[in-house]
Structures are given as structure tokens and as C-alpha cells.
């Protein structure tokens, strides 16, 4: 999307009807005879399928197998970094055709390049024209060409998980998760509660994707309560109510995408220090801009148990950098430039660490995995800098904060409430 708005490109959007029964079966399969249309019911007889149908575990590879072939015939470029991800070089400049399952996006800056390519998907494949794309997985996108500015949301998606678990009337709050949550796991059986009576899976599961798709500033929170899905408890519930609190009076924010000139990647990573109270892991947080629209984010627990924060902070840079590299590719995969990304950290410690490959006792533990960030930093591929604590949007992916402290990362973040 950011790359749709830095370059003023048209966003058209189809939909492959039984996109499954286009597939090519590789193998001999039988089945039963449909009841009801038996040829002959005495006789002990299977269907042999030519064609691949719903309910087979090989569809979704037969169909996007099938799909591949014809777009690769059509001279579009698979992506190394992401599979859902074809480029075709054109006369005006690049088209993109982004597929999930059978919904296709396709973006090109000359409206008949999209036509031409609607018409062979057509002639190949059963489908319907949905137009400017205007809705795709339940996000509603919101474009104003003339401003430069796009906006991506899910507050219908929202609106109704807060009416489905008859949150409507209950007084919303300003932040995610509130500091005096100090969630830990419940110790007997007797403090669980009845999942029947509260459900606390479904209602964790229906948040979880309105925050892959549009909502980093829930990432964190999503993360926590994610940890007690198996057994939760009273406290637990009570921390599921207080985001969904949060979630109806802030349901109508939207990803915010704008023109830059510097179409540049930048990411910012953060880590708090033993924040989980039952193993005592800590947790890791980054999120990235390209031209200044948030892309791409993360809130996780980290792997190990760390012994200092450097070690806490200096992990979290290494999963930033990794991200970093993913994003350069996937950029280069669609024609733009190999610039330097640039990873921003507010430990100076653990930036440090990544730059000078020297031996240190308090560092020798540290696994060999999180020491390729130097070599990377080191050939140029990604350079690290000092960012303030205050102004390190990551913050809020590690960590319950301030609700001042809040609110100005949703701004660096470009999350802003629908006037």
C-alpha cells in the first residue's frame, strides 16, 4: 500500500469463483459415490477424480500450483521473499499482483495494463471484477487521490466483536492494557474459569486478527493475554474485558498511508527485561516504516531466559535486523532501489555489541545465532543508530506505558481516528 500511494498507482481487485476446482490433479484419487447419484448400487464401485474438488487436502496447493503456471506464463516474477508476491516489468514502470487464496490485488500505474491482465485472468479462470478495490479479508480501504493519502481499517470487523461478546455499553479506556495487570499463570484447577461460561479463546482469537492486519498498538496486549489460553483465570478475563474496553472507543482508527519522498526502510525495536512472571522471559517488540507507512510489526516473547538487559535489548535487535534484510528483499523483488536500512535502538549497550566483535565475559553465553547482525551492520546492509527512549514507537509493543506515551506513538505510527 505504501508503494500504491508513493507512486499514485491504480488498486484494482478480483476474486477467482471455486478457485479449488481449478486444480490439476497429480495423482490417481477415488471416492465415494455421491449418495444418491450411485450408478450401481450392488456393485461394490468408487469415482475416479479428474479434477481437483473442496475437501481434498491437496486444493489449496493444486490451485495455487495451477495459478503459478498461468501468471508465470503471463511474465510476471515470483518473489524469492514473499510467494504471494508476482512483478512484471511494463512500459510504465512495474505492476504487482498480490493473491490470497482467491482474492487478487493488482496495482500498476497504467489503468490498461490491470485490463489486459483482468481479461487473461478471465479467459483462464472463472472470475469476478470487484473493481477499485475498496474491501479485501475484512479490511476496508479508503483512498483520496488528489490528498495522496490511504487508509486502511477494520472498525466494522471491530464494532461487532465488541457486539458479539456485549462489550457495547461498557466504558472504554486509553490504552490496550492497564499497568496494574500483573498477569501471571493460575496455580490450581479451582482458579480457572468455566471457558463454557466466558470465552476467553474466542474472544483473544477474534482481536488477534484485527492486529495482524491494521492494529499494532494491540500487539502487545494480544501477546500477554495469548500466554494463558490453555488455563485462564478470573484475572486473566478481567485483562480480555479491559481490551476489549479499549477496543470500543478506539475501533474506528486506521492505518494511515501518505507520499514521502524518501522511500526508505526504517524500523525501531525495543525489549522490556524479564516482563513474563512465570519463566521470566522477556519480551521483544519492533515495528517498520517504508516511506513512513508502518508495514510491518512484531510483539514476542523471546526464546531464552536473558541474564541482563544488553542481552534482552541486543536480541530484540538481531529479530529487527532479520526483519530489515526480509523487507530489502521483498523491495528489490519489486523493482525498488538497495538502499540502507536504517534500525533504530535505545540501547546504546546493545548497539555497542553489534558493532565491535570483541570477547567480554558478560557476553560469551550469548548464542552464536545473534551474532550475524555484525557481519550484516558490517557490510552496509543495515546500519543501527541511537533512538530515545521517549520517542521509540516499539515501546508500546513490550510493555504497558503511559497513556501520554501511548498516544505519541500512535502518532509515529501514523494510527489516527477517523474525523
Known amino acids: 500500500m505504501s508503494a500504491v500511494v508513493n507512486q499514485d498507482l491504480e488498486l484494482e481487485q478480483m476474486d477467482v469463483k471455486t478457485a479449488f476446482l481449478h486444480g490439476d490433479l497429480d495423482q490417481e484419487l477415488y471416492m465415494e459415490q455421491p449418495e444418491g447419484f450411485e450408478v450401481d448400487k450392488d456393485k461394490d464401485q468408487v469415482c ?6 473442496y475437501g481434498l487436502k491437496q486444493s489449496p496447493r493444486l490451485w495455487n500450483k495451477k495459478f503459478n503456471q498461468f501468471i508465470i506464463g503471463e511474465k510476471f516474477v515470483r518473489s524469492h521473499q514473499d510467494s504471494c508476491v508476482y512483478v ?6 512495474y505492476m504487482y499482483l498480490l493473491l490470497y ?33 475498496s474491501r479485501i479479508l475484512g479490511i476496508d480501504i479508503r483512498r483520496d487521490r488528489e490528498a495522496g493519502v490511504l487508509y486502511l481499517s477494520q ?11 456485549k462489550m457495547k455499553e461498557a466504558k472504554s479506556v486509553n490504552t490496550p492494557m492497564g499497568g496494574h495487570f500483573k498477569l501471571s499463570a493460575v496455580t490450581e484447577d479451582s482458579e480457572c474459569i468455566d471457558t463454557e461460561k466466558y470465552p476467553y479463546s474466542s ?29 485462564p483465570g478470573m484475572m486473566h478475563w478481567e485483562a480480555v474485558k479491559w481490551l476489549l474496553r479499549y477496543i470500543k472507543g478506539s475501533s474506528d482508527l486506521e492505518v494511515v498511508f501518505t507520499k ?22 522477556s519480551t521483544s517488540g519492533y515495528v517498520f516504516t517504508v516511506g513512513g507507512n508502518t508495514i510491518s510489526w512484531r510483539s514476542n516473547l523471546q526464546p531464552v531466559v536473558t541474564l541482563s538487559t544488553i542481552e534482552a ?39 555497542c555489541l553489534s558493532k565491535n566483535n570483541v570477547f567480554h565475559e558478560r557476553t560469551k553465553h550469548i548464542s552464536y545465532k545473534y551474532h550475524f547482525i555484525r557481519e550484516v551492520i558490517e557490510e552496509g546492509e543495515v546500519e543501527v543508530s541511537k533512538v530515545h527512549t521517549s520517542v521509540n514507537p516499539a515501546d508500546i509493543l513490550t510493555k504497558s506505558v503511559r497513556v501520554s506515551t501511548f498516544e505519541s506513538a500512535l502518532d509515529a505510527l501514523r494510527l489516527i481516528q477517523r474525523g
Open 313 to 351: 535489548e541486543y536480541i530484540a535487535l538481531t529479530e529487527a535486523v532479520k526483519e530489515a534484510i526480509w523487507i530489502k528483499g521483498l523491495l528489490k523483488n519489486m523493482g525498488f532501489g538497495e538502499e540502507r536500512a536504517m534500525v533504530w535502538c535505545d540501547s546504546q549497550s546493545a548497539i
Open 101 to 133: 487464496v482467491d482474492d487478487i490485488l493488482m496495482a500498476a500505474k497504467d489503468i490498461a495494463e490491470i485490463v489486459k491482465l483482468k481479461s487473461a485472468l478471465s479467459s483462464e479462470f472463472e472470475m469476478k471484477d470487484m473493481g477499485p478495490a
Open 260 to 281: 514521502n519522498k524518501n522511500f526508505n526502510i526504517q524500523g525501531y525495536c525495543d525489549s522490556d527485561f524479564a516482563g513474563d512472571r512465570d519463566k521470566r522471559k
Open 48 to 53: 475416479l477424480l479428474k479434477k481437483s474438488l
Open 203 to 231: 474472544v483473544v482469537g477474534s482481536i488477534m486478527y484485527a492486529m495482524i492486519g491494521t492494529r499494532p498498538d494491540i500487539a502487545y496486549a494480544i501477546g500477554l493475554v495469548s500466554m494463558f489460553m490453555s488455563k
Open 88 to 93: 512484471k516489468k511494463v512500459e510504465s514502470g
Open 155 to 165: 472498525a466494522s470487523y471491530l464494532e461487532k466483536v465488541v457486539q458479539k461478546f
